[in-house]
């Protein structure tokens, strides 16, 4: 972590970027980028100039003679005219540099960093910017990568086609749960920042540091006072060396660890620089768009032959030119939509035996497109789909409110069960703010993942279970975590059968807004009372059920579910569903009894979608209902409709009776 004072230097920086007339934050962030870089270029050189005079070895220079002043110990000193020109004409070409005599930590940038363009406009926002940038602890490995964490978390803007920067706590979990080694080859075909890949490196170091390897350091406030807890104690920061680590696994780390892909230039430079200030020497940072058919035919070999571990936050939106998109990708699913291409190529990338971490929006899960089935269909046919876990919907606030979850798979086998665990708490707030509140479950997520298979785990209703591929089989390979961590339990004992053997479905047949009050036919809409309209769509019983959400907003809700026995019409917004030629009367009104009262336990896990929720007919037709006795269906039927037909008595004596007081409350204004 990093103090106060420092976070009060990149705050003020920060500042006159923006009062400089600079205010796309991702345009901040790779300019101080470029300054940062110039600067540690410079650092190393001058490590390696100290390290050659004492071990008289030679080394590869950063910068030739004719170079020397645009080293950062020089250019740091001039006038804010010579400064902007020396920055805008040399050593921004300097950067945009790919021969091969450029530094080893140049190489990482090279083929991103062509179009390389200085951005800043004035001249005192420059001396300004150089003078913070040179007070930074960049020489400080263990504050750096912290340091450029807290910069990327000025990103409050989300880029084009749902790209939103994942929450370093959401990634800290991920990581954890999947535990990476020393010899992992790991990768993120949607880099972005590099988040998911810097976490990781920290979680190696902190997995392969002794006891005696752990520095520590107080944490200070924004005046430089040591912060204590509730019993005065001095908090502390843990500095983890990573001593445990072999050079030769050190090498491993350094060059072939960590892989990232994206098409964003700018991303990608910010990516490379916050693995580097991390402390990774070269990490394998690649212009690629992952989708296109060109991908293959590019990417290094280590991505041939397949990724041990894959974390990825792909794009939640967009589509793309079908003719630009891997055939290889379009036979496993044959869509435009780039959320479902980007799980299908993540499957490819693995070796066999790897595992991915990547988090999806709910429509992945729950889409009923014959793409998204046939994905779900082969997700868990051909691999081992570990778990689902479904995240609250503001995870990605302040950029937006979607409901997303984490899929973890291992490729290759197929699957037995899957684990659904809900989250509801992730340490913040729901709101742009993002405060932290107490109770996060992160840790426990963890724990239990880990955990899931021991002997003494226990599921726990409506929060956390296994799925066994039966069950989803028979839900047509719907993976939406609602239907399976509902807290509703059918009784046991009793036999279950699902709609679809006794009643038939589909859509009413009129828009609600076209009803009359002139016709005879009773039109029946999403209101407790029906209107009227002039010609009927159905005769004889049945059960009509509301298919969007009653108060709307993303949230699932149903008010009212009629039974109807006679002519009548049906508003296109209900399903109708009426019985088979075998099913009899009362097990219609059996079926009507039993989905009114169970209706949040039973329909309401079925409503899918973000801000327009809503059912089908579909869904509804595969739901199951249990089958009791049919004089125990007769004794509750005939006790529900009598108690209702007496509530309706009543209320129609409670209307004439309203209508008698208004129409003398008429008689006593007017004679009076």
Not at 1 to 6: H, K, Q, R, V
Not at 515 to 544: L, R, Y
Not at 602 to 618: D, F, H, Q, W
Request: aromatic fraction near 10%; charged fraction near 25%.
């Amino acid at each position: 972590m990093i103090t106060g004072p420092l976070k009060s230097k990149i705050d003020k920086l920060w500042e006159e970027f923006w009062t400089g007339g600079i205010t796309n934050p991702l345009t901040v962030v790779e300019q101080i980028t470029f300054l940062m870089y110039a600067r540690m270029l410079d650092m190393n050189e001058q490590a390696d100039e100290k390290r050659s005079a004492r071990t008289k070895q030679p080394f590869n220079r950063r910068f030739s003679d004719s170079e020397q002043h645009i080293r950062w110990q020089n250019l740091r000193h001039l006038g804010a005219e010579e400064l902007y020109k020396l920055v805008k004409d040399e050593l921004f070409p300097y950067f945009s540099k790919t021969s091969d005599d450029v530094s080893p930590e140049g190489a990482i940038f090279n083929e991103f960093m062509k179009d390389a363009q200085l951005m800043i406009q004035k001249q005192s926002l420059l001396v300004k910017a150089v003078e913070m940038v040179n007070d930074l602890p960049l020489e400080n490995s263990d504050t750096k990568g912290d340091l450029y964490e807290y910069l990327l978390s000025k990103l409050t803007t989300a880029g084009i086609n749902g790209q939103f920067r994942t929450p370093r706590h959401i990634i800290r979990a991920m990581v954890e749960m999947m535990d990476p080694d020393v010899t992992s080859q790991i990768c993120d075909p949607s880099t972005g920042t590099g988040g998911f890949l810097s976490v990781s490196y920290e979680y190696l170091l902190q997995k392969y540091t002794s006891a005696e390897g752990i520095d520590r350091e107080p944490v200070l406030d924004g005046d430089g006072n040591v912060q204590c807890d509730d019993s005065g104690k001095p908090l502390e920061n843990l500095l983890y060396s990573g001593d445990l680590i072999t050079p030769e696994q050190r090498s491993h780390i350094d060059a072939h660890m960590f892989n990232g892909f994206d098409f964003d230039a700018t991303m990608l430079r910010v990516a490379a620089m916050n693995l580097v200030m991390h402390g990774i020497k070269q990490p394998g940072i690649h212009y690629q768009d992952t989708l296109s058919q060109n991908f293959k035919e590019h990417y290094p070999q280590k991505a041939k032959e397949g990724y041990d571990l894959i974390f990825a936050n792909p794009p939640f939106k967009g589509s793309l030119d079908e003719e630009d998109v891997c055939p290889e990708l379009l036979r496993k699913v044959k869509t435009k939509k780039t959320e479902l291409l980007f799980v299908a190529l993540i499957e490819r990338m693995l070796k066999v035996g790897g595992r991915t971490a990547t988090i999806v929006p709910l429509g992945v899960l729950e889409g009923e497109s014959n793409a998204h089935k046939k994905l779900r269909e082969g997700l868990l046919k051909n691999n081992q789909l570990e778990a689902v876990i479904a995240l609250p919907h503001w995870i990605f606030k302040p950029y937006a409110s979607v409901a997303t979850a984490i899929i973890i798979l291992t490729k290759g086998s197929k699957t037995e069960n899957t684990w659904f665990y809900q989250l509801e708490n992730d340490g913040f707030s729901d709101g742009a703010n993002k405060l932290p509140i107490v109770g996060s479950e992160l840790p426990k997520l963890v724990q239990l993942f880990k955990n899931r298979n021991e002997s003494d785990y226990s599921p726990e209703l409506g929060k956390h279970r296994f799925v066994p591929i039966k069950e989803i089989h028979e839900n047509n390979f719907d993976l939406c975590p609602k239907i399976y961590l509902r807290k509703y339990q059918y009784p046991e004992g009793i036999r279950l059968n699902k709609l679809n053997e006794y009643f038939t479905g589909c859509k009413g047949k009129l828009a609600a807004a076209e009803s009359t009050m002139c016709g005879e036919v009773d039109f029946i809409t999403t209101s407790s009372k029906f209107k009227k309209c002039a010609n009927a769509g159905f005769h004889g019983q049945a059960i009509c059920i509301p298919l969007v959400s009653s108060t709307g907003h993303g949230h699932a809700s149903i008010n009212n579910i009629h039974y109807y026995d006679g002519v009548f019409q049906a508003a296109s917004i209900l399903g109708v569903f009426q019985p088979r030629e075998n099913t009899t009367s009362l097990f219609v009104k059996y079926t009507y009894v039993y989905l009114l009262t169970h209706k949040d336990e039973i329909l309401i896990p079925y409503m899918k979608g973000a801000a327009n929720v809503s059912l089908t007919v579909e869904r509804i037709l595969n739901i199951k209902i249990p089958i009791i006795d049919e004089t125990e269906q007769s004794v509750l039927v005939e006790r529900f409709f009598d108690i209702s037909e007496s509530i309706a008595s009543l209320e129609k004596k409670l209307d004439v009776a309203k209508s008698q007081k208004n129409l003398l409350i008429e008689e006593i204004k007017a004679s009076i």
